[in-house]
C-alpha cells in the first residue's frame, strides 16, 4: 500500500506491507532509530511516538493507520543541533540524570512532552501516572519525575520572562 | 520524622544529585553519553545496518521436554526470501551442535536429539527482512515425540525422575553439584548447643527465591560479519562482556582470535542478560559464514524471557541459633539450586554457588555452613543474570529474611536485634566464618543513619496506633473494611542490612573459564592535553564514559569534558572481563587510577626537565607539579604533554609521550554495605501492598559521581520492589513458562515506586586506589528482604510468619488466610 505519512515536517511517501508496524517504518524504513522496539505486547513503551500530538505505541500501530498524519519521533524534539536547541525536557532529563542505558527515554520523553504540552505545572503524581505505561529498568522512575518537573520549571521561568517582557513593552506604549 | 504528603511527592530533605557544572575531578555532572541519547541518536545493536544484510529467526520448541523426531525445513527453504535454513544437523556437521557454558557444561546450540525446555532453540532462518524470517519459521514441521518433564526442583532428584541430560555419557540422574562453605562440624556443635540450653533456640524457616528474569529493555542480538576475503569476523552483539567473548568465540569456533573483532556498542540494559553468549548468537555467526553476508538476529521479548539466563530458583532452608536474649550464633543453610536444562550460570570457576558463601551477611558469628545441590529442570538455563553480585541476592534475602524470623519468634524489635548482632567497626578487616575477609564499615552507623532518616520510632508508634484501629475493626465486625467505610490498611515496617561482596576478582582465586579476573587500561595523553582512556569494562547505562574520565581527570587535573572513554571493541581497548557483578568500578575504576597515576609520574620526570630541577624537588598540587614551596614554580598537564612530545631532552632512559597501559589485579574483594527501610501499607481486604516509603542509605566507599551513584540505587530499588512483589517466572506442570511475556511477566512501573529517600555513609575501600567500592547491584540484593519484611510485618495480626515472593496481592491474601502460594509453580 502507498502510505504518506510525515514524520518530524518532513513528508514521506512509502509503498509498505499493510501488516508493516508503525515502529519499523520508522526504524527500518525511514532510519530513524531514535524510536526503539522492547516488548511487542504495548508494555514497555520504549517504542512510544506522537502521532497528531498524540503520544502511541508504535509497535501496535500500522504504518499505514500513519497515513496522511503527522508523527513525532525523538528525533524532532530538538529545533537544531546545539545544545541550546534542545527541549526543555531533553536537557532537564540530562540535568537530572532521567536516563541510564537510553533505551526508554525517547518514548519517555515524548510522552513527557505531550503532558508538559496539555498540563505545565503538573504534580509528581500527575506525571508518575502519565508514565505509568511505560517501563524503565534503569531509573526507578524517581529522576524521570524530576527531569518532567526540571523542565516545567525552566518552560514556566521562560513564560514569565516573556509575560515581562511583554508587559514592560506594554508599559512603555 | 520525615513527611511525605501525596504518593510520589518528595520531602524537600531527602537527598538527591542532579548535574552541577563540570568539576576537575570527582562530583555530580552532567552524563558525556546522554548528548547522544537524549538525542535518539544512541546506536544500539538494532540501530546498525550493514550493506546486504540479511535477517535471522530461530525457531523454537513448543515443548519442555521431547525427542525430535525429524525436522522438515524444505518448505521454508523454498520460502522466496529464504537464503538458509540452519539445523542442528547443520551444526553437528560443523561441530558446532553443542557449546561449553560459563560453568564447564555444554549447551545445545540448536537441539538435535531432544529439546529440553520450553523456547529452546530448534532451527534458524535467513531471510532477507525479519517479516519474511519470521514467516519461514511457520513452514518448519517438527515432528516431537513428548516427554515427562521434570519442572518441579524438589523433584529432579528423586528416584524414577527422567533424565534430562541424556545427551551426558553414563548420566542416570538429574544431579549437577554438591557444594558447601564454612566449617559444618563446628555449626553442628552450635547448633546442637543452642537445641540443648534451655535459654538458646533454633529457629527454622524454609524459603524460595523465585526464578527471575533481568528483562533489559533490549533483548539480546547480534550481527555477525565474516569477511570472506580477509577471514575476519566482526560481530556486534549486545555483551557486557566483549574480550571474554571474543576469546569463548575463539574456543568454541576453532576462530582464531586476532581475527574475532567484538564490538558492543550502546547496550539498552543488562543487569547480567548479557555476559552469556546464547545459541542465536552462534547461529548469526554460522549463518554469516554459510551466506558469505552480516546476518542479524534480534530476538523478541518472548524469546527474551522464555530462554535467555534467568536468575535465583534457589529453594532454601535457613536455621539460625540463637540465644533467647537475641544473640545470634550461628548460621546453617541447605539449598537446592534449580540450573534449568544446561548449567550456564556465569561465575568464577571455583564458586558454583557464586558468592552464596557470604550469606552470614553483616553479623558477627560462631560458626557458619552452608550446602548447595545444583539440579537440571526442564527450564531455561542460567542462574546468575540479574545484578546479584553472583548470588549475594540470595544470600542476603537468606539472612535478612531469617533475622526478621528469629526476631518474630523472640518477640524482639528487628532493628534492636541487628543492632545487637552486626560487625562493630574495630573488627574490620573482619575474617568471616565461611573464609571471605570484608575490607571495611561501619555497620551500626550505618543502620542508625537509616533508622533516624526513617524516623523509625514514630513508625513504629504509627503502626501500634494503626494495629489498635484495625483490631477494633476486627471486633466491631466492621472486619478488614473497617467501620465507617474507611478501611484500615495494615501498615509494615521491614528492614535489610547487607554486605556486598563484589569486583571479583583477585587473580589467583578468580577467573571464568580459566580467565583471570584482572582488567587492562590504556591511557594516551595528547600534546595538547586532551586524553583518551581506553577500557575493558562495558556500560550499559551505568554512565563509564563519564565516571572514567573523571577518575582520570581526578588524577591528572584535566577537565572529564577533555576525557573521551573508549570501550565496547575489542579491536580498540585492552582486555579485561567485563561488566558485571559490580566489578566495573572495583577492578576496571582502580585500573584506571592506576594507569592515571603512571602518566602522571612520568610527567613529573618531564615537567622536572622542563624547569630544569630534579624531580625529588616536585610535588603535585592542584593539577599541577611545582616545586616544593614555590608556587610560581609549576607547570599543568596540557604544558607537560605538549613538552613531553617535543624536542625537550629527556633523562637517559626515559621514554617521551605520555601514554601508558596497567592491568589491574585486585587484592580482594570490595564489601559496600547499606541499612534498607521499607514501609508498606497493606489491604487486608485485597491483599494489594502500596510501598509508601523506602529509605535507602547506602556506603560504597568513594562516590566518584554522586548524582549517577544514586541513579544506580534508585534502579535497584525499583528491582528489589518488583521482585518482591512482582516478578515471577513460574511454570506449570507441563512445563509451559508462565511468565513468557511482559503481560504476564510484571515489572514495576512508575506507580509501583515510591520517591526513594537516600542516605549514604562513607567508608573508603582500604585496598582500592580510590577507596571506591562499586554500587550498581547494592539496591537490588538489598532491596528484596526489606520489602517482604516489611509485608510480613504488616501481616502480624494474621500471625503470618513467612510467604515467599513474589507478594502479589493474591499471595499477601493467601498467606493471611494461613494457606500461602507455591510462587515457582503454577499451581496452588
Known amino acids: 500500500m502507498q502510505i504518506t505519512v510525515s514524520v518530524n515536517g518532513e513528508s514521506h511517501v512509502r509503498d509498505v506491507e499493510p501488516r508493516l508496524l508503525l515502529t519499523h517504518f520508522l526504524r527500518d524504513e525511514l532510519r530513524l532509530t531514535g524510536t526503539h522496539w522492547g516488548c511487542d505486547t504495548s508494555n514497555c513503551g520504549a517504542c512510544v511516538v506522537r502521532l497528531d500530538g498524540v503520544p502511541v505505541k508504535s509497535c501496535t500501530v500500522l504504518a499505514v493507520m500513519a497515513d496522511g498524519a503527522e508523527v513525532t519521533t525523538v528525533e524532532g524534539l530538538a529545533h537544531g543541533?546545539?545544545?541550546?536547541?534542545?527541549?526543555?525536557?531533553?536537557?532537564?532529563?540530562?540535568?537530572?540524570?532521567?536516563?541510564?542505558?537510553?533505551?526508554?527515554?525517547?518514548?519517555?520523553?515524548?510522552?513527557?512532552?505531550?503532558?508538559?504540552?496539555?498540563?505545565?505545572?503538573?504534580?509528581?503524581?500527575?506525571?508518575?501516572?502519565?508514565?505509568?505505561?511505560?517501563?524503565?529498568?534503569?531509573?526507578?522512575?524517581?529522576?524521570?519525575?524530576?527531569?518532567?518537573?526540571?523542565?516545567?520549571?525552566?518552560?514556566?521561568?521562560?513564560?514569565?520572562?516573556?509575560?515581562?517582557?511583554?508587559?514592560?513593552?506594554?508599559?512603555?506604549? | 520524622m520525615t513527611a511525605i504528603g501525596e504518593k510520589g511527592v518528595q520531602d524537600p530533605s531527602v537527598q538527591i544529585h542532579a548535574a552541577e557544572e563540570t568539576p576537575r575531578g570527582y562530583g555530580s555532572m552532567k552524563r558525556k553519553e546522554d548528548a547522544r541519547f537524549v538525542r535518539g541518536r544512541g546506536q544500539y545493536v538494532d540501530d546498525v545496518v550493514l550493506p546486504g544484510m540479511l535477517h535471522g529467526a530461530v525457531l523454537r520448541s513448543p515443548l519442555a521436554h521431547a525427542r525430535i523426531t525429524s525436522i522438515d525445513t524444505s518448505a521454508a527453504e523454498a520460502h522466496p526470501k529464504v537464503h538458509a535454513v540452519i539445523t542442528g544437523a547443520t551444526l553437528e556437521g560443523l561441530g558446532l551442535a553443542w557449546m561449553p557454558t560459563l560453568s564447564q557444561d555444554t549447551q545445545?546450540?540448536?537441539?538435535?536429539?531432544?529439546?529440553?525446555?520450553?523456547g529452546q532453540e530448534v532451527a534458524f532462518v535467513v531471510a532477507d527482512d525479519r517479516y519474511a524470517a519470521r514467516d519461514a519459521l511457520a513452514l518448519i514441521d517438527v515432528e516431537y515425540e513428548p516427554l515427562e518433564p521434570v519442572i518441579d526442583a524438589k523433584r529432579a532428584l528423586e528416584a524414577g525422575t527422567p533424565v534430562i541430560?541424556?545427551?551426558?555419557?553414563?548420566?542416570?540422574?538429574?544431579?549437577?553439584?554438591?557444594?558447601?562453605?564454612?566449617?559444618?562440624s563446628a555449626t553442628d556443635a552450635v547448633f546442637a548447643e543452642a537445641e540443648a540450653a534451655e535459654d538458646q533456640l533454633v529457629v527454622v524457616q524454609d524459603m524460595i527465591y523465585p526464578r527471575v528474569h533481568p528483562a533489559p529493555l533490549e533483548t539480546c542480538g547480534a550481527i555477525a560479519d565474516m569477511?570472506?576475503?580477509?577471514?575476519?569476523?566482526?560481530?556486534?552483539?549486545?555483551?557486557?562482556?566483549?574480550?571474554?567473548?571474543?576469546?569463548?568465540?575463539?574456543?568454541?569456533a576453532g576462530l582464531p582470535e586476532h581475527k574475532i573483532r567484538i564490538i558492543s556498542p550502546d547496550i539498552g540494559g543488562g543487569f547480567g542478560n548479557k555476559v552469556g553468549i546464547y545459541p542465536g548468537y552462534v547461529c548469526a555467526v554460522v549463518a554469516s559464514i554459510v551466506t558469505g553476508v552480516p546476518v542479524k538476529w534480534m530476538e523478541d521479548r518472548s524469546e527474551n524471557l522464555m530462554s535467555t539466563s534467568f536468575a535465583r530458583d534457589y529453594h532454601m532452608r535457613g536455621e539460625v541459633a540463637v540465644t533467647r536474649d537475641g544473640r545470634i550464633r550461628g548460621v546453617r543453610v541447605h539449598v537446592l539450586a534449580d540450573h534449568g536444562a544446561f548449567n550456564a550460570t556465569a561465575q568464577p570457576t571455583a564458586f558454583p554457588a557464586g558468592f552464596f558463601g557470604v550469606f552470614t551477611g553483616s553479623y558477627d558469628l560462631e560458626a557458619a555452613h552452608c550446602a548447595v545441590t545444583g539440579v537440571y529442570t526442564n527450564k531455561a538455563s542460567g542462574g546468575v543474570a540479574y545484578a546479584c553480585s553472583f548470588r549475594i541476592t540470595e544470600a542476603v534475602y537468606l539472612i535478612e529474611r531469617m533475622v526478621d524470623v528469629v526476631a518474630h519468634d523472640l518477640g524482639m524489635d528487628p532493628a534492636e536485634l541487628r543492632m545487637r548482632n552486626l560487625l562493630r567497626p574495630e573488627q574490620f578487616p573482619y575474617q568471616s566464618k565461611t573464609g571471605w575477609e570484608y575490607d571495611s564499615g561501619d555497620y551500626p552507623?550505618?543502620?542508625?543513619?537509616?533508622?533516624?532518616?526513617?524516623?523509625?520510632?514514630?513508625?513504629?508508634?504509627?503502626?501500634?496506633?494503626?494495629?489498635?484501629?484495625?483490631?477494633?475493626?476486627?471486633?466491631?465486625?466492621?472486619?478488614?473494611?473497617?467501620?465507617?467505610?474507611?478501611?484500615?490498611?495494615?501498615?509494615?515496617?521491614?528492614?535489610?542490612?547487607?554486605?556486598?561482596?563484589?569486583?571479583?576478582?583477585?587473580?589467583?582465586?578468580?577467573d571464568i573459564l580459566g580467565l583471570g579476573m584482572a582488567d587492562g587500561a590504556e591511557l594516551r595523553v595528547h600534546p595538547t592535553g586532551k586524553a583518551v582512556l581506553r577500557v575493558s569494562c562495558q556500560s550499559q547505562g551505568q554512565g563509564h564514559e563519564t565516571t572514567f574520565a573523571q577518575i582520570v581527570a581526578q588524577e591528572l587535573g584535566l577537565s572529564p569534558d577533555d576525557i573521551d572513554v573508549v570501550h565496547g571493541d575489542t579491536d580498540q581497548t585492552p582486555f579485561g572481563l567485563g561488566t558485571y557483578g559490580s566489578r566495573s568500578t572495583p577492578v576496571s575504576g582502580a585500573a584506571t587510577a592506576m594507569v592515571a597515576r603512571k602518566v602522571r609520574e612520568r610527567a613529573k620526570i618531564v615537567a622536572a626537565a622542563m624547569m630544569e630541577v630534579s624531580a625529588d624537588d616536585l610535588e603535585w598540587d592542584d593539577g599541577r607539579w611545582q616545586v616544593a614551596g614555590d608556587p610560581d614554580a609549576s607547570r599543568s598537564m596540557a604544558d607537560i604533554a605538549m613538552a613531553a612530545h617535543s624536542n625537550l631532552e629527556l633523562p637517559e632512559g626515559v621514554e617521551g609521550h605520555l601514554d601508558a597501559t596497567c592491568v589491574y589485579n585486585p587484592p580482594n574483594l570490595t564489601y559496600p554495605c547499606g541499612a534498607y527501610i521499607c514501609v508498606v501499607d497493606v489491604d487486608p481486604g485485597t491483599g494489594a501492598v502500596d510501598v509508601r516509603r523506602f529509605v535507602a542509605v547506602d556506603d560504597c566507599g568513594m562516590r566518584i559521581n554522586p548524582m549517577i551513584v544514586e541513579g544506580q540505587v534508585h534502579g535497584g530499588l525499583a528491582d528489589g520492589v518488583g521482585m518482591a512483589l512482582m516478578q515471577c517466572i513460574a511454570f506449570d506442570l507441563d512445563g509451559n513458562c508462565l511468565g513468557g511475556s511482559m503481560m504476564d511477566y510484571l515489572l514495576p512501573t512508575s506507580l509501583e515506586c515510591p520517591s526513594w529517600e537516600l542516605g549514604e555513609t562513607v567508608t573508603p575501600s582500604?585496598?582500592?586506589?580510590?577507596?571506591?567500592?562499586?554500587?550498581?547491584?547494592?539496591?537490588?540484593?538489598?532491596?528484596?528482604?526489606?520489602v517482604v519484611n516489611a509485608v510480613i510485618d504488616a501481616l502480624a495480626p494474621y500471625d503470618v510468619r513467612h510467604a515467599d515472593m513474589p507478594l502479589t496481592p493474591a499471595a499477601v491474601w493467601c498467606a493471611a488466610q494461613g494457606h500461602p502460594l507455591r510462587p515457582d509453580l503454577g499451581i496452588t
Open chain 2, 227 to 252: 569477511d570472506p576475503v580477509t577471514g575476519k569476523l566482526t560481530l556486534w552483539t549486545t555483551t557486557q562482556a566483549p574480550h571474554a567473548h571474543r576469546t569463548l568465540y575463539a574456543l568454541v
Open chain 2, 165 to 184: 541430560r541424556t545427551d551426558k555419557e553414563g548420566k542416570t540422574d538429574n544431579h549437577i553439584f554438591d557444594w558447601e562453605s564454612g566449617d559444618r
Open chain 2, 445 to 510: 552507623h550505618t543502620l542508625q543513619v537509616a533508622l533516624d532518616k526513617a524516623g523509625y520510632q514514630e513508625l513504629r508508634a504509627e503502626q501500634a496506633d494503626r494495629r489498635r484501629r484495625f483490631a477494633d475493626a476486627q471486633r466491631s465486625g466492621a472486619g478488614p473494611a473497617g467501620t465507617a467505610g474507611e478501611p484500615v490498611k495494615l501498615m509494615g515496617i521491614g528492614l535489610s542490612f547487607f554486605t556486598e561482596a563484589v569486583g571479583a576478582g583477585p587473580r589467583r582465586s578468580m
Open chain 2, 108 to 118: 545445545a546450540v540448536l537441539a538435535t536429539d531432544k529439546v529440553r525446555f520450553q
Open chain 2, 766 to 786: 582500604p585496598h582500592h586506589p580510590i577507596g571506591a567500592k562499586g554500587v550498581g547491584e547494592s539496591a537490588t540484593v538489598g532491596s528484596p528482604p526489606a
Open chain 1, 81 to 173: 543541533r546545539t545544545d541550546a536547541d534542545l527541549d526543555p525536557v531533553q536537557e532537564g532529563f540530562m540535568v537530572c540524570h532521567g536516563l541510564q542505558c537510553g533505551f526508554c527515554t525517547p518514548g519517555m520523553m515524548l510522552t513527557s512532552r505531550a503532558l508538559l504540552d496539555r498540563d505545565p505545572a503538573p504534580s509528581a503524581a500527575t506525571i508518575r501516572e502519565a508514565i505509568s505505561g511505560q517501563i524503565c529498568r534503569c531509573t526507578g522512575y524517581e529522576n524521570i519525575v524530576r527531569s518532567v518537573q526540571w523542565a516545567a520549571a525552566k518552560e514556566a521561568a521562560t513564560r514569565d520572562a516573556a509575560d515581562a517582557d511583554t508587559d514592560s513593552s506594554e508599559a512603555l506604549a
